[in-house]
């Protein structure tokens, strides 16, 4: 068996000891007789499970019993239309911050529920900067101010949070988990969970509890966060193979040293690749230094027509999934916490040797 190495997006590489556990847990978790997937969600060994993946998350992120956490579905998409549904009063406005292409698409369904206010755009920049605090027009009493930390197709990132009265709503899909963050500097995070978190299907919402109880009446059961909060995660049935699984990834997590230690590993990981990208003059990142992600690292060729070569070839080579998304073209790396720094040195050592031989 070769595994290779992913550069996926999302769904994202998994820690392959998480891969190993489920695969001997598979058939008969635990002496049970059964699958995790073959038990009622009611059952006590599910009910055990999504007990300690929420006992380990909470310790992950210090996650504080003012905050209810929501194992939910929908992914991310659902969340840009469940947030004005819960927070967004009648006659009241939202406040949404705009740095790319998941921002736009949380302002749009936001827009089908109530009044936006687009406080601040770098679409002007093609999206590689983060508009500076002192430029947001901000409303007089927003219900909340929403912001994406991490824009995954882009490849920017905020290393500051705003300082606003609005309560903060952040979606966090693409760099929860790969360092820490003080809970308690938001209202919520919101995240799909297949990058850091675990496989596609699961969707995490960290919610302040006082920011509970005001949905709109017409704010479907499966959206409101009371109705999830008030039945522990279960009204429906959860996804509880992604939840069982995003345990085992929170567990791998600690076992790894907790955030802090993810945190120099993936600095270290970005690091080593925007140096070689600046170290030559046939690579380019278009993102303004102080905003790069740590997660997603875009890049271009100085020829665009070798853009087919460079896939073909470094996918021969074992490193998939390069392909940039197909609005800003070229390349992109997304090193969540799962992909190695081996991975990130076997692309470097790929990318400079196409270079040699293209360049
Ligand atoms: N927000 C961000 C920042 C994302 O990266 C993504 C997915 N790539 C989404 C939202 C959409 O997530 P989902 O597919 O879980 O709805």
């Not at 936001?110 to 901000?138: C, H, M, Y």
């Not at 945190?263 to 303004?288: Q, T």
């Amino acid at each position: 068996m070769t595994r290779r190495y992913n550069f996926c997006a999302g769904p994202a590489a998994l820690p392959e000891p998480v891969l190993e556990q489920a695969r001997d847990e598979m058939l008969d978790w635990h002496g049970a007789g059964l699958s995790i997937m073959e038990m009622s969600h009611r059952s006590p060994e599910i009910v055990g499970v999504a007990q300690r993946a929420e006992a380990t998350l909470r310790d992950l992120m210090g996650i504080g019993d003012d905050y209810a956490v929501l194992f939910l579905q929908g992914g991310a998409s659902t969340q840009f239309a469940a947030v004005p549904l819960n927070l967004l009063s009648e006659g009241g406005v939202a406040d949404y911050v705009n740095t790319g292409q998941w921002s736009k698409k949380a302002i749009a369904e936001g827009k089908r529920f109530g009044n936006v206010n687009v406080a601040a755009s770098s679409e002007d920049t093609r999206f590689t900067t983060i508009p500076a605090r002192e430029t947001w027009q901000l409303s007089a009493s927003a219900d909340y101010l929403h912001y994406t930390p991490n824009e995954t197709i882009g490849g920017v990132e905020y290393f500051w949070v705003p300082e606003t009265q609005a309560p903060l709503v952040v979606d966090m899909s693409s760099t929860i988990l790969s360092r820490p963050v003080n809970v308690a500097d938001y209202g919520v995070i919101y995240a799909g969970a297949q990058k850091n978190i675990g496989p596609a299907g699961l969707t995490l919402v960290i919610v302040r509890k006082d920011l509970l109880g005001k949905a709109d009446a017409r704010c479907p059961a499966m959206l409101d966060w009371k109705t999830a909060a008030d039945n522990d995660s279960m009204y429906n049935t959860p996804p509880t193979y992604a939840l069982y699984l995003a345990g085992l990834v929170f567990e791998w997590l600690k076992g790894q040293g907790g955030l802090d230690a993810m945190e120099v590993i993936n600095r270290r990981k970005a690091e080593k690749l925007y140096a070689a990208i600046d170290g030559s003059a046939f690579y380019a990142n278009p993102v303004e230094l102080q905003s790069r992600s740590l997660m997603n690292i875009p890049f271009t060729l100085a020829d665009a027509n070798l853009d087919k070569a460079f896939l073909v070839e470094s996918e021969a080579a074992g490193l998939l999934n390069l392909k940039g998304h197909r609005s800003v073209g070229g390349m992109r790396a997304s090193i969540y916490n799962a992909v190695g720094e081996d991975a990130v040195d076997a692309l470097i050592a790929f990318m400079q040797d196409f270079e040699r031989r293209n360049g």
